[in-house]
Structure formats: structure tokens, C-alpha cells
């Protein structure tokens, strides 16, 4: 680890318990550190990712976030087979070495040392545009216990930031009918005359 990045932890995040390995983030969190909030007006308070509230803390995915709860978050977005430890560490290490492209950002709740939000950003790579990167939004969900609070807002408008600061030109989500208020709260909304997301589901 960076001594950046091991300082960053030692400021900011407290793992409960737990070697160098399972505090490794997927991404270097200095990066958070950059967003640019100031013309964020959705949230209320004063809430950004550096500020998320009492007890909470904004960061990337760590080796060790199995035990957090992570994969039992993901379970009430979709379906989620609890695997064991060892494949997600391996899932971990394959998404790491795919190098500014995952981006896999949780919301913890540092007293119970549970991860309560998450989102993804991923980054693809294009020629298009003088060689542009276009961001995707994916896996965005809160703890059904923590919702109403803002940290739907906060983890999706740290990953659009987030987007901005790695450099895509734009950033996109698939999302069913109902869930499009919640994202036009955040500024996102359909083209006029390109709104049709198609797609074959294998
Ligand atoms: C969608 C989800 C992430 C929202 O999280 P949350 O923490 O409750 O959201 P927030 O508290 O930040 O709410 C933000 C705003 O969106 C609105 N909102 C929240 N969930 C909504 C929904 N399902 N449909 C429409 N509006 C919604 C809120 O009323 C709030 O409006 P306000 O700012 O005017 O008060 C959460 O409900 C969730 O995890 N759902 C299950 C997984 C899921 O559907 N993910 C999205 C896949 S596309």
C-alpha cells in the first residue's frame, strides 16, 4: 500500500480488525479526496462524500469488505449466490488489475463495520471522441434500513463526480420507469429521441 493510501486509512477509516491486506482498496481513495462538490445543490446539509454524516465513511471496495457485509448488501438489489471468500478476494485482485476501470464504491457504517451503500463506476475505454472514456453506472443500492436518508443521493453523486474526475466525457444507467425520478433528482435524464436502452439477456 501507498503511504498515501496508508494514510488515508490511518485518518479516515479504522478498520475494525484485519492485516494490511484486507484494508487494500480497489482504487486509490486520494481520488475521492478530489471531487468537486461545489456545484452539487441535491443534498441537503452540507452532505458530500467527505462528509457523509456521523458514522458513516465514503470509499473504494476493500479486499476485506466480504466480511462487511457486502455481498448480503448486494443481495436486495438482485440476486447474489453467497460464494465463498476466497472468489471474491479473486474477484477483487481481477477487477483491481483491470487498471481505471472499476470503481467500486461503498458507503460504511464504521460503528457496526457494515457497508450500508454502494455503486459502481465502470470505465470504458473508447477510439471514439480522440481515444474518450464513457463511464457506466451500475449496482447502486442502500441498505433498505439506512434508505431515506440522503445516501442514495451521495453514493450516486460520488460516482457521477467520481466519473468526471477520471476523466469521461459522459455517464450513462440502465434503470426500470420507477426508478427514474430518484435518478432525475441526481441530474441525469434521457436524450431527446435516444431514451431506448435494448438489450438480449443471456
Ligand atoms: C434506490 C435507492 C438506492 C435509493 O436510496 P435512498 O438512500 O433511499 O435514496 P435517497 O434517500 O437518497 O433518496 C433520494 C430521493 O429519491 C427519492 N427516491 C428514493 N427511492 C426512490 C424510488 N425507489 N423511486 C422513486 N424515488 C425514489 C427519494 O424520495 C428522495 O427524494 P427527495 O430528495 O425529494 O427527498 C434504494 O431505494 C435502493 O437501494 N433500492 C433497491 C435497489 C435499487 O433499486 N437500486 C437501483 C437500481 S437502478
Given at each position: 500500500m501507498s503511504s498515501s493510501v496508508s494514510k488515508y486509512f490511518q485518518d479516515k477509516y479504522k478498520p475494525s480488525v484485519g492485516p494490511d491486506e484486507l484494508e487494500q482498496?480497489?482504487?486509490?481513495?486520494?481520488l475521492l479526496k478530489k471531487?468537486?462538490?461545489?456545484?452539487?445543490?441535491?443534498?441537503?446539509?452540507?452532505?458530500?462524500?467527505?462528509?457523509?454524516?456521523?458514522?458513516l465513511l465514503v470509499r473504494p471496495l476493500c479486499k476485506g469488505d466480504y466480511d462487511k457485509g457486502f455481498l448480503q448488501l448486494l443481495s436486495q438489489l438482485t440476486k447474489v449466490e453467497i460464494f465463498p471468500e476466497k472468489k471474491f478476494e479473486e474477484r477483487f485482485e481481477q477487477m483491481k488489475s483491470?487498471?481505471?476501470?472499476?470503481?467500486v464504491t461503498v458507503i460504511e457504517d464504521t460503528d457496526k463495520g457494515e457497508i450500508v451503500g454502494s455503486a459502481t463506476l465502470a470505465c470504458e475505454l473508447k477510439f471514439i471522441r480522440g481515444c474518450a472514456k464513457r463511464g457506466r453506472l451500475e449496482d447502486v443500492v442502500v441498505n433498505n434500513e439506512y434508505r431515506g436518508k440522503q445516501l442514495g443521493k451521495l453514493i450516486v453523486s460520488t460516482i457521477t463526480l467520481l466519473a468526471k474526475e477520471v476523466g469521461c466525457y459522459k455517464i450513462g444507467l440502465d434503470c426500470k420507469d420507477e426508478m427514474k425520478p430518484f435518478y432525475s433528482t441526481i441530474g441525469y435524464g434521457s436524450e431527446k429521441g435516444n431514451d431506448n436502452t435494448m438489450i438480449i439477456r443471456f
Open positions: 482498496p480497489l482504487y486509490n481513495p486520494d471531487l468537486d462538490w461545489s456545484k452539487i445543490t441535491h443534498m441537503k446539509n452540507g452532505v458530500t462524500s467527505s462528509t457523509p454524516g456521523e458514522g483491470c487498471r481505471d476501470h472499476y470503481f
